[in-house]
């Protein structure tokens, strides 16, 4: 888990100081708030779906702490093109892999760069603070009953 930890330090850190699709998204189709007040961390989401119901453009704004806005950009990049449900499938993985059980190994193979969020298991109040932007990813999608595509 040594490797790991030192990915998750080296990528939140990149992830915080460059967030990836850090902008508003015009003209958007699901848009959400989301709001950690363990952590006063905030952001807002706003997606782009297409037609034939296609993640085209996705983007985040808000500030909070590292681990928030790290997942945040990594979080827009993971779902990026992809059909929502592929969205649903990574989300429920990704929950897994930071709410499971920390005495048990995560399994890291199915959420690919997403694995470095493995070590926050350990840490309960970090948990909240990278299920956020999924959270309200989750929200932005369900607000519009069209949005699911099975
Ligand atoms: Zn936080």
């Known amino acids: 888990m040594s490797e790991l930890r030192e990915l998750y330090q080296t990528t939140i850190l990149d992830h915080n100081k460059k967030p990836r699709n850090f902008h508003p998204v015009e003209p958007h189709t699901h848009e959400a708030d989301g709001y950690n007040p363990l952590c006063g961390d905030r952001v807002k989401v706003q997606i782009a779906v297409s037609g034939d119901g296609t993640v085209e453009d996705i983007g ?80 932005a999608l369900e607000g519009s009953g069209s949005a699911r595509t099975e």
């Open 60 to 139: 985040f704004q808000g500030s909070g702490c590292a681990i928030s806005t790290a997942s945040a950009s990594m979080m827009t990049e993971a779902v990026k093109g992809k059909p929502l449900g592929e969205v649903e499938t990574l989300f429920e993985r990704f929950h897994d892999l930071v709410t499971g059980d920390p005495m048990t190994e995560p399994d890291t193979d199915r959420v690919g760069k997403l694995m470095v969020f493995a070590g926050v298991r350990e840490f309960p109040m970090r948990v909240k603070c990278a299920t956020l932007a999924w959270h309200t990813l989750k929200s």
